[in-house]
């Protein structure tokens, strides 16, 4: 029996099978060449190695430092790290990999689409950190989601790589979204930031919690991610395997374009905005 370990800070108290967290950590049992479903749901993430090749990885970081370079990709407004690349194809076979052809069938029976694409990138000139937050508070349909993070440079904790706590997808969707307060987890639930080479994808459950450190040194830390949903979701965009379900509900919009305020006639969110807008007019 794991042992369970209180938390702290106010009156919420989290209990977690910190022990047995541990021991699927220095085993390094979330890291292989072949995806171990049962891992990945419970610490939330999985490291897949060489899941393409380092050959294709660098094609595509040419591509986006090419891109980049010409004007044709930029950094969005919303968020730091964040590159838009849906209006182009460069990246669109990466659904096709061969290493990918396994995985697939892991998850919704088969029948997986993507929702989303973008690249995010941490370096010189967006070194800032990423609060901690889960995926899901931000997301459309189900909470059944995952993103995929292809590693295109080597990623680890000096550039800013990705930092995890393990099994906190368990903890599902929390009601709001923003900077989650670690202080409420177990004291001794450790954090994982897994190092990645190029061509490494690290799989993680939407509702994980994860953050990044500012980028201190190294080379610029470029994830290639892609946002996967059941085919059947309404909010699934390209179809990646199984059938292309037909009929049915559809959405048809750009997640990175933040289109999701058109649900709305007055959101949480855009009261706030209204709130602080008015605010910041008063202290003209």
């Known amino acids: 029996m794991s042992k ?15 022990e047995r967290i541990r021991e699927l950590l220095d085993g390094k049992t979330y890291i292989a060449e072949t995806l171990n479903k049962e891992i990945l749901d419970e610490l939330g993430f ?5 899941a393409i090749s380092t050959e294709r990885a ?10 980049l370079q010409d004007g044709i990709l930029k950094r969005s407004e919303f968020h730091s790290t964040e590159v838009k690349i849906s209006h182009v194809e460069d990246f669109n076979d990466l659904v096709d990999q061969p290493g990918l052809k396994t995985v697939w069938p892991n998850f919704y029976g088969g029948q997986v689409a993507s929702s989303f694409q973008r690249i995010i990138s941490k370096y010189k000139d967006s070194p800032a950190p990423v609060i901690l937050h889960q995926d899901t508070s931000y997301q459309f349909g189900d909470f059944e989601q995952y993103s995929l993070f292809t590693a295109l440079t080597e990623c680890d904790k000096n550039n800013g790589g990705l930092k995890l706590y393990p099994g906190t997808s368990k903890l599902g969707y929390l009601a709001d979204a923003g900077a989650l307060n670690a202080e409420v987890l177990p004291s001794d639930l450790p954090i994982c930031c897994p190092k990645l080479n190029p061509g490494d994808i690290l799989i993680m459950h939407s509702a994980t919690w994860h953050f990044s450190d500012s980028y201190l040194k190294g080379e610029e830390r470029i994830y290639l991610e892609i946002h996967i949903v059941s085919s059947h979701s309404p909010f699934a965009q390209k179809n990646i395997a199984g059938a292309s379900p037909t009929g049915g509900w559809k959405v ?23 709130a602080l807008e008015k605010l910041s007019k008063l202290d003209a």
């Open 4 to 18: 369970k370990n209180k938390g702290r800070g106010g009156v919420i108290q989290i209990y977690a099978p910190t």
């Open 46 to 50: 999985f490291v897949l190695r060489s």
């Open 58 to 67: 660098e094609h595509y970081l040419q591509s986006y430092k090419k891109m």
């Open 252 to 274: 048809e919009f750009d997640l990175v374009e933040r289109e999701e305020s058109n649900f709305f006639v007055q959101s949480r969110s855009q009261r706030l905005k209204e």
